[in-house]
């Protein structure tokens, strides 16, 4: 039982892991990271434990109540009968027990969720927590989560456990009655009175088991609850990962189109109205606006991690719906402004964009994203082990990382999203430079606040709540003297 029930474990996290990776964005939004957690962890390792536990309960038990039926059918049938008449009434007090307990059961791993979310994100900003004077709030938060816990947790052990004392109260009424009716067949010298000393013995015996049965209901119930979790998660919608006949990504050009673009995070609020962009291969685009324009959306959806409600995206006249998730992800290099980076050294953090690259790779994209010379001043160069949240660097040169890293992937189409917004302006332009000459050729998108490093771009889109409201190079929106040059004339008056 051991085996299996650590086999069965060990399948499950195995397909919850697989299915974190399938998952739409979408589910994550409405989620904490706890909660997923908790489903991983928690839940499974109760269902293990309960598995393994009463699973063997459940097979002796079963084993001796048969064993036990046989032999008291044996010795008397009206017995018996008398006996067995108990039943429908534990039977009956059991579901009334189970049902009690089973709500409490399903709110415990509910809160168990809940309270290692907060834990989770309340220790992911410990540090906002403390510069807020945030503790008490914090600790009367997880209070309240956990008094529900702690409630639903004693009520749900307290209604099972009450479980044993009433089946044997209810086995020694049967038990009783069984006497009496020995008693009764003896004087009419029906029975022999050895016959009901033995049969007695089995009735002990067979109260036993069942009693014991019921107890188990406990952990089977928390069992049922926690996988019942489980299998909800396991059975969430996917996104499709390949479809039929998927476009080719071979020899792409990586002309981008976006058509008629309209979209929401939610039905009720549109985000993107109505966005048409065309882009030709190898340009250079910069995505311009102010902040909550729409900017990263677009870039989301370019990578489909959302889908578009209307309109479509082009990738070479070919919807992007057409390729297989994992081909379109390979064509674009992605950075992001808020970066990702895991506990290893620097070196591997590097290679996560291309798992076969030399060292000699590694360390010729992170001179292309400026990195090597402050990885060379760090105590043990590329060595360096970056902590789980990766705060033993800064939060530029964190960046510089994320970005040698797509150097490193070499993708068809580049994606920048503020991704040099924390590092001094000299290096910016440095960067930009660099990536300049690595994506000759190839289509870039860049979102970026200092307009001064996107000046050289193909094309220029201006975003406003979600539309384009200038789109044209530098020089004729500067001409226009719109949003745009606006936007960009403030910026040096400022420095001025
Ligand atoms: N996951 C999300 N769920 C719901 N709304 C979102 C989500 N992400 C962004 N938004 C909303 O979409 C709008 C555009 O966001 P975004 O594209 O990130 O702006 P930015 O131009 O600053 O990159 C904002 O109003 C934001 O509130
Ligand atoms: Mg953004």
Redesign the pocket.
């Given at each position: 039982m051991t085996n299996i029930s650590q086999k069965v474990t060990y399948q499950l996290r195995k397909e919850i892991s697989e299915k974190i990776n399938r998952l739409p964005m979408k589910y994550f939004?409405s989620k904490t990271h706890g909660e997923v957690l908790s489903v991983v962890s928690n839940d499974v390792d109760t269902l293990s434990n309960s598995l393994n536990q009463s699973m063997m309960q459940i097979i002796s038990s079963v084993t001796l109540i048969i064993g036990i039926l046989v032999m008291m059918f044996s010795i008397s049938i009206p017995m018996t009968l008398v006996a067995l008449l108990v039943l429908p009434l534990s039977a009956l007090l059991i579901g009334f027990m189970v049902k009690k307990s089973q709500v409490y059961y399903k709110s415990q791993q509910e809160y168990l969720g809940h309270v290692n979310g907060q834990v989770e994100e309340v220790y992911g900003g410990h540090h906002v927590v403390k510069v807020f004077n945030g503790e008490e709030k914090v600790i009367e938060e997880f209070q309240k989560n956990n008094n529900t816990l702690y409630n639903s947790a004693w009520k749900s052990q307290f209604y099972s456990s009450l479980m044993f004392p009433i089946m044997s109260f209810v086995g020694n009424i049967g038990y009783v009655a069984v006497v009496v009716l020995g008693g009764y067949l003896a004087i009419n010298n029906r029975i022999k009175v050895g016959s009901i000393q033995s049969f007695i013995q089995y009735v002990r015996n067979f109260n036993q088991p069942i009693g014991q049965l019921a107890q188990i209901t406990n952990q089977i119930q928390q069992a049922a609850a926690a996988s019942e979790r489980v299998f909800e998660f396991l059975g969430e919608e996917e996104e499709v990962q390949v479809v039929d006949n998927p476009a080719s990504t071979e020899g792409i050009q990586s002309a981008v189109e976006f058509k008629h673009v309209k979209f929401g995070?939610?039905p009720d609020k549109t985000?993107i109205n109505d966005f048409s962009a065309k882009v030709k291969p190898g340009q250079k685009i910069a995505i311009v606006?102010p902040?909550?324009?729409?900017?990263?959306?677009i870039v989301k959806l370019l990578m489909r991690f959302y889908d578009v409600n209307e309109g479509e995206i082009l990738v070479d006249g070919h919807n992007i719906k057409n390729f297989d998730r994992g081909e379109l992800r390979k064509m674009f290099g992605m950075v992001l402004q808020d970066t990702w980076l895991f506990h290893g050294t620097i070196m591997e953090n590097i290679r996560y964009g291309k798992e076969e690259a030399t060292d000699a790779e590694v360390i010729e994209a992170a001179k292309a994203a400026h990195a090597n010379h402050f990885i060379s001043t760090l105590p043990d160069g590329y060595q360096m082990e970056l902590n789980e949240e990766a705060n033993n660097v800064s939060q530029g040169q964190k960046q510089l990382l994320t970005i040698a890293r797509a150097i490193l992937a070499d993708p068809k189409i580049l994606i920048l999203d503020e991704a040099t917004s924390s590092v001094d302006t000299r290096t910016e332009v440095r960067i930009q430079k660099a990536m300049d000459n690595l994506m000759k050729g190839r289509t870039s998108f860049i979102i970026a606040h200092r307009l001064s490093t996107i000046r050289n771009a193909d094309l220029i889109l201006v975003m406003n709540d979600g539309d384009i409201i200038e789109q044209g190079n530098h020089e004729e929106l500067i001409e226009k003297g719109g949003f745009y040059a606006n936007l960009y004339n403030s910026q040096f008056e400022k420095t001025a």
């Amino acid at each position: 039982m051991t085996n299996i029930s650590q086999k069965v474990t060990y399948q499950l996290r195995k397909e919850i892991s697989e299915k974190i990776n399938r998952l739409p964005m979408k589910y994550f939004d409405s989620k904490t990271h706890g909660e997923v957690l908790s489903v991983v962890s928690n839940d499974v390792d109760t269902l293990s434990n309960s598995l393994n536990q009463s699973m063997m309960q459940i097979i002796s038990s079963v084993t001796l109540i048969i064993g036990i039926l046989v032999m008291m059918f044996s010795i008397s049938i009206p017995m018996t009968l008398v006996a067995l008449l108990v039943l429908p009434l534990s039977a009956l007090l059991i579901g009334f027990m189970v049902k009690k307990s089973q709500v409490y059961y399903k709110s415990q791993q509910e809160y168990l969720g809940h309270v290692n979310g907060q834990v989770e994100e309340v220790y992911g900003g410990h540090h906002v927590v403390k510069v807020f004077n945030g503790e008490e709030k914090v600790i009367e938060e997880f209070q309240k989560n956990n008094n529900t816990l702690y409630n639903s947790a004693w009520k749900s052990q307290f209604y099972s456990s009450l479980m044993f004392p009433i089946m044997s109260f209810v086995g020694n009424i049967g038990y009783v009655a069984v006497v009496v009716l020995g008693g009764y067949l003896a004087i009419n010298n029906r029975i022999k009175v050895g016959s009901i000393q033995s049969f007695i013995q089995y009735v002990r015996n067979f109260n036993q088991p069942i009693g014991q049965l019921a107890q188990i209901t406990n952990q089977i119930q928390q069992a049922a609850a926690a996988s019942e979790r489980v299998f909800e998660f396991l059975g969430e919608e996917e996104e499709v990962q390949v479809v039929d006949n998927p476009a080719s990504t071979e020899g792409i050009q990586s002309a981008v189109e976006f058509k008629h673009v309209k979209f929401g995070y939610t039905p009720d609020k549109t985000i993107i109205n109505d966005f048409s962009a065309k882009v030709k291969p190898g340009q250079k685009i910069a995505i311009v606006g102010p902040t909550g324009a729409g900017k990263t959306t677009i870039v989301k959806l370019l990578m489909r991690f959302y889908d578009v409600n209307e309109g479509e995206i082009l990738v070479d006249g070919h919807n992007i719906k057409n390729f297989d998730r994992g081909e379109l992800r390979k064509m674009f290099g992605m950075v992001l402004q808020d970066t990702w980076l895991f506990h290893g050294t620097i070196m591997e953090n590097i290679r996560y964009g291309k798992e076969e690259a030399t060292d000699a790779e590694v360390i010729e994209a992170a001179k292309a994203a400026h990195a090597n010379h402050f990885i060379s001043t760090l105590p043990d160069g590329y060595q360096m082990e970056l902590n789980e949240e990766a705060n033993n660097v800064s939060q530029g040169q964190k960046q510089l990382l994320t970005i040698a890293r797509a150097i490193l992937a070499d993708p068809k189409i580049l994606i920048l999203d503020e991704a040099t917004s924390s590092v001094d302006t000299r290096t910016e332009v440095r960067i930009q430079k660099a990536m300049d000459n690595l994506m000759k050729g190839r289509t870039s998108f860049i979102i970026a606040h200092r307009l001064s490093t996107i000046r050289n771009a193909d094309l220029i889109l201006v975003m406003n709540d979600g539309d384009i409201i200038e789109q044209g190079n530098h020089e004729e929106l500067i001409e226009k003297g719109g949003f745009y040059a606006n936007l960009y004339n403030s910026q040096f008056e400022k420095t001025a």
